[in-house]
């Protein structure tokens, strides 16, 4: 029983997450650990320092404590958060101390019976597959070592620092303060019970603008709801912003790195629109160029928006490692993914919701506009665009039979040329490098891909209108029924 349940480490789209004592256990952690502090050891010379950082859920902090105990004893110094914290926090710190890395405990956007462990470069860059393959390599090795924290930190191989005040300096020199000094905008912040929780009324102190905080108190169980920042998962933000007491909603997901928005009313702005939004600002008011990055699942606005400024386009799989890896030999201006991830120019390649949230408030400051304004000229000058998307549960047991039989039904549906048409619409491009995707003569498409994260089958759509984008993932959601 214990080999098979040492098995279940693996790393996918985004780090390991698993089942809180199922197989994310303090026994695996440790294990995890280890193969962490063979690889760092291994790749790097010493004197090797690591940051550890953890979110809100349960006993993360304790799960922190024991991979900083297996670190430590392996030669590393540690420095360990005396709190939880944004993912952007702990990344942003790995560059402004010089650390070969960091490690975090969060299960991200997963339900509250997740955790998991995010693993992070020197340039504070999500790892990817060849940082992770080797880790992965180094599973079960070498015989777990461990050192007490309270030896550790007395012999100054464990250091606990608040990692808050760097990170908040960096993000307030980013943002325009004198231009926020003079904005009596009012923003709601929904931080879903996660690890933002004071940063965005903290990065505004001083400031005219006006912050309410929503669900700011942490709760291990995110009252039942996903903290991802979707409609279904914040009813109140939704609720409140259909009052209009407010100029904009800013939401972040349970580690801070992702974010959505909400206009007055409740229209939601989804994070395609928000990437766009950015691009736009820095191109028209901070007069920065570079190239714009989107994953497979990214929207058609952001083509439209590259061919109009005759910049640079992208396209990545799902994974902001994908990004993140282009914009450290490019120069990216906006790389995001449709899951709210977006890095920016002139800072780390790393997913901040805090900070690209509070990039919108600057912007209709800057523009004197209210969002949906922005919004509005958005669509007149580049097309009115609607995404949707769908996640389908599928039991990790069944998923990949799953997938498979719904893969080969879409694929009998498809004609061997381009140009035929499929669910009555005509075809001009088909992408399998990541899942399966179907482009079509309206700039409508349709994607389904497995997720890397959860037992979930992803169904994304863009069209023109909401009824299309929605007719398109009714056809997977049927066929799926059928390939169970």
Same mark, same amino acid.
């Given at each position: 029983?214990?080999?098979?349940?040492?098995?279940?480490?693996?790393?996918?789209?985004?780090?390991w997450?698993?089942?809180?004592?199922?197989?994310?256990?303090?026994?695996?952690?440790?294990?995890?650990?280890?193969?962490?502090?063979?690889?760092?050891?291994?790749?790097?010379?010493?004197?090797?320092?690591?940051?550890?950082?953890?979110?809100?859920?349960?006993?993360?902090?304790?799960?922190?404590?024991?991979?900083?105990?297996?670190?430590?004893?392996?030669?590393?110094?540690?420095?360990?958060?005396?709190?939880?914290?944004?993912?952007?926090?702990t990344?942003?710190?790995?560059?402004l101390?010089g650390?070969?890395?960091?490690?975090?405990?969060?299960?991200?956007?997963?339900?509250?019976?997740?955790?998991?462990?995010k693993?992070?470069?020197?340039?504070?860059?999500?790892?990817?597959?060849?940082?992770?393959h080797?880790?992965?390599?180094?599973?079960?090795?070498?015989?777990?070592?461990?050192?007490?924290?309270?030896?550790?930190?007395?012999?100054?191989?464990?250091?606990?620092?608040?990692?808050?005040?760097?990170?908040l300096?960096?993000?307030?020199?980013?943002?325009?303060?004198?231009?926020?000094?003079?904005?009596?905008?009012?923003?709601?912040?929904?931080?879903?019970?996660?690890?933002?929780?004071?940063?965005?009324?903290?990065?505004?102190k001083?400031?005219?603008?006006?912050?309410?905080?929503?669900?700011?108190e942490?709760?291990?169980?995110?009252?039942?709801?996903?903290?991802?920042?979707?409609?279904?998962?914040?009813?109140?933000?939704?609720?409140?912003?259909?009052?209009?007491?407010?100029?904009?909603?800013?939401?972040?997901?349970?580690?801070?790195?992702?974010?959505?928005a909400?206009?007055?009313?409740? $229209?939601?702005?989804t @994070?395609?629109?928000?990437?766009?939004? +950015?691009?736009? &600002?820095? =191109?028209? %008011?901070?007069?920065?160029?570079?190239?714009?990055?989107?994953?497979?699942a990214?929207?058609?606005?952001?083509?439209?928006?590259?061919?109009?400024?005759?910049?640079?386009?992208?396209?990545?799989?799902?994974?902001f490692?994908?990004?993140?890896k282009?914009?450290?030999?490019?120069?990216?201006?906006?790389?995001?993914?449709?899951?709210?991830?977006?890095?920016?120019?002139?800072?780390?390649?790393?997913?901040?919701?805090?900070?690209?949230?509070?990039?919108?408030?600057?912007?209709?400051?800057?523009?004197?506009?209210p969002i949906?304004?922005?919004?509005?000229?958005?669509?007149?000058?580049?097309?009115?665009?609607?995404?949707?998307?769908?996640?389908?549960?599928?039991?990790?047991?069944?998923?990949?039979?799953?997938?498979?039989?719904?893969?080969?039904?879409l $694929?009998?549906?498809? @004609?061997?040329?381009?140009?035929?048409? +499929?669910?009555? &619409?005509? =075809?001009? %491009?088909?992408?399998?490098?990541?899942?399966?995707?179907?482009?079509?003569?309206?700039?409508?498409?349709?994607?389904?891909?497995?997720?890397?994260?959860?037992?979930?089958?992803?169904?994304?759509?863009?069209?023109?209108?909401?009824?299309?984008?929605?007719?398109?993932?009714?056809?997977?959601?049927?066929?799926?029924?059928?390939?169970?």
């Open positions: 029983m214990r080999k098979v349940e040492q098995l279940k480490i693996k790393f996918g789209t985004d780090g997450r698993g089942l809180i004592a199922d197989d994310f256990t303090f026994e695996n952690v440790r294990i995890a650990g280890q193969a962490c502090a063979d690889y760092f050891n291994k790749e790097f010379k010493a004197p090797r320092r690591i940051i550890i950082g953890y979110d809100t859920r349960f006993i993360s902090d304790k799960f922190a404590q024991a991979i900083a105990e297996v670190l430590a004893a392996n030669g590393i110094k540690i420095y360990l958060s005396d709190r939880p914290s944004p993912t952007p926090t990344s942003y710190n790995i560059r101390l650390l070969n890395g960091g490690l975090i405990i969060t299960a991200s956007h997963n339900p509250g019976r997740f955790s998991g462990l693993i992070k470069t020197p340039f504070g860059s999500p790892a990817d597959q060849t940082v992770t080797k880790i992965e390599a180094f599973l079960r090795r070498n015989k777990v070592k461990m050192i007490p924290l309270e030896d550790a930190v007395r012999t100054k191989k464990i250091e606990i620092i608040n990692p808050m005040p760097k990170y300096d960096a993000v307030r020199k980013y943002l325009d303060l004198d231009l926020l000094n003079n904005c009596s905008l009012k923003v709601a912040a929904e931080v879903m019970h996660g690890a933002g929780n004071s940063y965005h009324a903290a990065v505004l001083g400031t005219k603008v006006k912050i309410d905080v929503i669900n700011a942490p709760n291990p169980s995110f009252e039942g709801l996903k903290p991802e920042p979707l409609p279904r998962n914040m009813p109140k933000l939704m609720e409140i912003m259909k009052k209009s007491k407010y100029d904009i909603g800013l939401a972040t997901d349970g580690d801070a790195d992702r974010v959505s909400v206009a007055p009313g409740g $229209r939601f702005i @994070p395609g629109e928000i990437m766009c939004l +950015i691009a736009l &600002h820095f =191109i028209e %008011n901070r007069r920065w160029r570079g190239a714009l990055v989107k994953n497979i990214g929207p058609t606005l952001m083509n439209k928006i590259a061919k109009h400024y005759n910049l640079k386009l992208f396209e990545t799989p799902v994974g490692k994908h990004i993140a282009l914009m450290q030999r490019e120069n990216v201006l906006v790389g995001g993914e449709e899951s709210g991830g977006i890095g920016v120019k002139n800072y780390i390649p790393e997913r901040d919701g805090i900070l690209t949230g509070l990039l919108l408030v600057e912007m209709m400051q800057q523009e004197k506009k949906l304004s922005l919004l509005e000229d958005m669509e007149k000058r580049f097309g009115k665009f609607r995404y949707h998307r769908q996640d389908i549960e599928i039991p990790l047991k069944t998923r990949e039979k799953t997938v498979k039989r719904l893969f080969s039904k $694929r009998n549906k498809v @004609p061997r040329q381009r140009g035929k048409r +499929i669910f009555k &619409h005509k =075809i001009v %491009n088909i992408k399998t490098y990541d899942g399966l995707k179907f482009i079509f003569d309206d700039e409508s498409w349709l994607l389904i891909r497995p997720s890397g994260t959860e037992p979930i089958l992803r169904v994304y759509s863009e069209a023109h209108t909401d009824k299309k984008a929605k007719d398109l993932i009714a056809i997977v959601d049927r066929l799926s029924k059928t390939a169970k």
